[in-house]
């Protein structure tokens, strides 16, 4: 369990990390994912760039009825700050949902997109945010959505030399009720499958839906079938089942030593259903 | 090559040149002396290698002492005051049973400080949610979560 050597350096400014990222070095934030790898010796990077001591990347702020949130902000940050437990409690739900509280007292908001394991819990509600993912380079700075972020398993449009400094969520309006929902390995805490739900009622109908599922197969997806199946409804059992059964739709749902395909769409139907009725249930 | 760090270590300042592949719990076990936090799985699973850092309980053998340089550390050794007095959680373990072999203990002390640093009066379910990341192969975690209990009374 002892890495490969490497050569560490840990800048103080965005700056000289963007530089020495440039020239091949591999960013180290809090190591969660990228630490066990290289224990395991999956991953043997010959330069270490610790952005952790970078406090420019440790913030949470409110500007233009967005949050901003710095790629350094952990899982407990994120779960705690009082600010996104108010404005964008969805994403706060979904971080305390990540593995334990010593991975979340770590573990980074930027690490974690970056990373982009089908199974991590924040893609779900990224998706279902509508987030905006800021990458910056020593040349460039470059906003994307989150749809166009994340491509498949382990593999995001960063590009070499670019690092996440910044993820966008939107600060939530009344009458939207959001709810995370999650189907666990117990083992090691990561989802099998996740559902993340969004939902706006007006006037007794729902005017806005939205359904970020992680999980289920290589790439977390918002389930627009089953989205569009809740629009212009008032939310009752029968309709909230329809569209929760179409979570799965044309998704090629993938399979490991946990649960087949046709468990994986099973369990996500389920899941959406909880997390579509606990969202409308915070609609008020 | 290797890289000089200085860390306080349960109010102690130490410095020393380690590898940067150096993993915490390895520092604080073989270059320092302290032995009382443990290595069961040194897979980021078990939890007996969690330390404070900052005031932040962290799983050391999934961190690399150099990314703790210039940090304040604590460690099971350093739980009891200066007089002796143990901390509550550790008489919380020792009044209820808190352990059979003591293997996992270091570490389930060090989280359950965390917890009730963070809330002092939690529900069972909060409890046993926030030990989720240690874990006890003797127990059977009751006795854990009413030590714990135990310490969150003798707090307020
Ligand atoms: C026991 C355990 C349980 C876990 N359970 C869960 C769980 O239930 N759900 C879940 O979602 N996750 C879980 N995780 C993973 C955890 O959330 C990690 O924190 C996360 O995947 C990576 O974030 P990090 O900051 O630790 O990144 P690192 O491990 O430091 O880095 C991960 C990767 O991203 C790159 N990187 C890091 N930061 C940036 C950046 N700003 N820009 C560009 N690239 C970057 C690194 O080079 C590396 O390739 C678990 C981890 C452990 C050890
Ligand atoms: S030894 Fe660190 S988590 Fe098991
Ligand atoms: S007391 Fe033996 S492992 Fe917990």
């Not at chain 1, 989150?146 to 009344?174: C, R």
């Not at chain 2, 030990?131 to 714990?148: F, P």
Request: glycine residues 10%; contains cysteine.
């Amino acid at each position: 369990m002892i890495p490969n050597t490497f050569e560490y350096t840990a800048p103080l400014t965005l700056k000289v990390a963007l530089a020495l990222i440039g020239e091949g070095g591999k960013p180290l934030a809090g190591g969660m994912s990228l630490i066990p790898m290289m224990k395991l010796r999956m991953a043997a990077p010959e330069h270490l760039v610790d952005i952790g001591r970078i406090a420019e990347l440790n913030y949470i702020r409110e500007a233009g009825g967005e949050l901003h949130i710095g790629a350094n902000a952990t899982h407990y940050d994120v779960e705690s700050s009082p600010l996104i437990v108010g404005k964008c409690p969805l994403l706060a739900e979904t971080a305390g949902h990540i593995g334990d509280i010593q991975v979340r007292n770590r573990g980074t908001l930027g690490g974690s997109v970056a990373h982009a394991d089908p199974s991590a819990d924040y893609p779900a509600a990224l998706q279902a945010l509508e987030a905006k993912i800021v990458l910056t380079s020593a040349t460039s700075q470059r906003t994307v959505a989150v749809g166009d972020f994340f491509i498949d398993t382990f593999t995001t449009s960063l590009e070499p030399g670019e690092l996440v400094t910044e993820v966008i969520v939107p600060v939530e309006a009344g009458l939207t009720g959001t709810s995370y929902q999650k189907f666990l390995q117990p083992a090691s805490g990561f989802a099998i499958v996740g559902v993340a739900a969004r939902i706006r009622r007006e006037a007794g109908k729902i005017t806005v839906a939205r359904i970020g599922v992680t999980g289920v197969s290589g790439n977390s997806y918002r389930a627009l079938k089953a989205e569009a199946a809740l629009v212009g409804k008032a939310g009752s059992d029968a309709e909230i089942d329809a569209a929760a059964a179409l979570v799965g739709e044309g998704v090629e749902a993938g399979a490991d030593l946990h649960a087949s395909a046709e468990y994986r769409l099973h369990l996500a139907a389920n899941y959406a259903e909880r997390a579509i009725r606990v969202a409308l249930s915070r609609t008020a | 090559m290797t890289q000089t760090i200085s860390v306080t270590i349960n109010g102690k300042p130490y410095t020393h040149d380690v590898e940067p592949r150096l993993l915490l719990i390895h520092y604080l076990r073989e270059v320092v002396g302290l032995t009382g936090s443990h290595i069961g799985c040194e897979t980021s699973l078990c939890g007996a290698c969690t330390v404070e850092v900052d005031g932040r309980a962290i799983k050391s053998c999934t961190m690399f002492a150099v990314q703790a340089n210039g940090a304040s550390i604590l460690t099971v050794e350093g739980l009891a005051d200066a007089s002796g007095k143990m901390h509550r959680v550790q008489e919380g373990f020792w009044n209820e049973h808190g352990l059979q072999c003591g293997f996992c203990t270091p570490g389930m002390l060090m989280v359950s400080k965390q917890i009730l640093d963070r809330n002092p009066s939690p529900t069972e379910t909060e409890i046993r949610e926030g030990l989720d990341g240690n874990l006890c192969r003797c127990t059977g975690y009751q006795h854990i979560v009413k030590a714990v209990q135990a310490a969150a009374k003798a707090g307020v």
